[in-house]
């Protein structure tokens, strides 16, 4: 999801390129410069992961003026290794949402969209559609690059989800344009313990594995709901970087039982497992880990590579339509 309004006018676009850095125009200041970006693994080691720091997200305006909160890509946290951008979009206003994301690229990253409520319709420049409802997820790799729109399907009612970017390591930056779209019916729920419900979107959680396939990051994105009292865990790699983010109530995360309450993403450290719990009210989080490229970032708006040259190339093929 990004700002539009002046990427479809190409030549507003390539001029800025030409210029001696492109990561400072102002169509894209927004997004701000990337480099190595911070590295949770800096953290000291221990067994059950603590909390480095908490984040909150930002209030922005995106794609054709669509309300949504940035808590990963904003000044305060420009990424997490693997992971460039989350946003939460939460609104029962149909103002802050029926414009939509027309059509824009992407090139050298993955989106991923979770929808909790509401229905976005997909279409990209490639023949490719897709509804995502309620549940559903959609892990878009948009490699060489693609033009796609993602606007509301419904003219009111709660439109409530996720959009998260992670990276592509060098070696599948160029690679072909993919999409998992995948239904709510697909994504197993595991009763993990007393009062612990947890959605497996990618990656492994106990002996469950998620549906999301072939990812060059192998990340794990968990969708944990716990009733007032409950306790989970989760195994995780140990040199992923990780993070969780409170959606609605108050958990309490990491080694200290640090709580987050709605909006909160907590930054976690080094260790081999995650541990979560509710108190006297219920809580929801997602839990999101991804191995560290640890590559060179080059990111202008919606294409994100190693090298300026890289990103000059991805304008120039964007302005003359080879997307
Ligand atoms: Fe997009």
Do not use: C
Not at 25 to 34: D, K, T, V
């Amino acid at each position: 999801m990004v700002d539009v309004a002046q990427l479809v006018e190409p030549r507003v676009v390539v001029p800025a390129v030409v210029g001696s850095n492109p990561i400072v125009h102002p169509i894209f200041m927004r997004y701000g410069l990337s480099k190595a970006g911070m590295n949770a693994q800096t953290a000291a080691s221990g067994d059950v992961r603590p909390v480095l720091r908490l984040v909150r997200g930002q209030a922005t305006t995106e794609g054709a003026g669509v309300r949504l909160t940035r808590v990963i890509g904003g000044a305060q946290l420009p990424d997490l290794d693997p992971f460039l951008l989350f946003d939460e979009f939460r609104s029962d206003q149909p103002s802050d949402y029926l414009a939509g994301f027309p059509d824009h690229p992407h090139r050298g990253f993955e989106t991923v969209t979770y929808m909790l409520a509401g229905r976005m319709r997909h279409a990209d420049n490639k023949g490719n559609k897709g509804l995502l409802g309620p549940g559903s997820v959609q892990w878009m790799t948009a490699g060489s690059g693609l033009v796609h729109s993602e606007m509301p399907e419904q003219e009111n009612g709660l439109m409530w989800g996720f959009q998260l970017w992670v990276n592509l390591p060098a070696s599948d930056k160029m690679t072909a344009p993919k999409y998992q779209d995948i239904a709510p019916e697909r994504i197993p729920e595991v009763q993990a313990g007393k009062g612990v419900r947890v959605r497996v979107l990618a990656g492994r959680f106990g002996e469950v594995e998620g549906p999301v396939r072939a990812v060059a990051t192998e990340p794990l994105y968990l969708d944990v709901h716990l009733e007032p009292g409950a306790r989970f865990e989760a195994a995780l790699p140990p040199t992923h970087n990780a993070f969780a983010y409170a959606y609605q109530g108050v958990a309490r995360i990491g080694a200290d039982e640090r709580e987050l309450v709605r909006g909160d993403l907590a930054v976690l450290g080094r260790g081999d497992r995650v541990v979560a719990s509710a108190g006297d009210a219920p809580g929801r989080l997602v839990l999101v880990a991804g191995r560290p490229l640890e590559e060179p970032v080059a990111r202008y708006g919606p294409f994100v590579m190693n090298t300026r040259e890289q990103i000059v190339q991805a304008v120039q093929d964007f302005s003359a339509g080879r997307f």
